[in-house]
Structures are given as structure tokens and as C-alpha cells.
């Protein structure tokens, strides 16, 4: 299994990004969702996405981000809206299935004036 991730970005306090994240294989992974890591810091869950659509996200996110998922695609997207500068981290995308996780390789969203 390879998760491909895009859209990050350089962008300013208050835009927007949308990331996404592609599965290889046919496999319908019961959770899909976003993690990021900023230096000095652990990595975090940000938002996740079940098969059923149940969805979680951190509270520092709610409201602002939000997650989605085109299961026939097996993509994953997550659309973040008024961006701060504390959102500024490498995120990771990450899919469970049959108690395996799976990671991609992270892509970077800095937000700056």
C-alpha cells in the first residue's frame, strides 16, 4: 500500500489549502484520515474519516478544516480554511486497515505573512 499526498503549500494567515491523498490497490480502508508534526513537537492527529462517515478532528481544527473521502478513488482530501500560522507543520496522511497503519511521506504547509 502507497498513500501519495499533494497541496501543500507556502500560503498567508486566513487562506485556504486543500490536500489530498491518494491509496494505491483496491482496498477500502476502514480509516482514512490526516496527522501533522511541527519541529520540536509529536505528531498529532488532525482529522479522520471512517467508511460510515464518522468523522473526528482535533479541537484546534474544528470548524476551520474539513475532511473527505471518495472511497471509489480511495482519496482522501482534507479542505483547510482560515489558516494560522500555528497550522504550519509537515501533515501525513494515514489509512487503517485490519489493525495496520499505513503513512505517506508528509507534505508541507507553511503559514506565513
Known amino acids: 500500500v502507497q498513500l501519495q499526498a499533494c497541496g501543500g503549500g507556502l500560503v498567508q494567515p486566513g487562506e485556504s489549502l486543500r490536500l489530498s491523498c491518494a491509496a494505491s490497490g483496491r482496498s477500502i480502508f476502514n480509516v482514512m484520515g490526516w496527522y501533522r508534526q511541527s519541529p520540536g ?24 478544516f474539513a475532511i473527505s473521502r471518495d472511497n ?3 482519496t482522501v482530501y482534507l479542505q483547510m480554511n482560515k489558516l494560522k500560522p500555528e497550522d504550519t507543520a509537515v501533515y501525513y496522511c494515514n489509512a487503517k486497515l485490519m489493525g495496520a497503519d499505513y503513512w505517506g511521506k508528509g507534505t508541507q504547509v507553511t503559514v506565513s505573512s
Open 41 to 64: 513537537k509529536q505528531r498529532e492527529l488532525v482529522a479522520t474519516l471512517t467508511t460510515r462517515g464518522s468523522t473526528h478532528y482535533a479541537d484546534s481544527v474544528k470548524g476551520r
Open 72 to 74: 471509489a478513488k480511495n
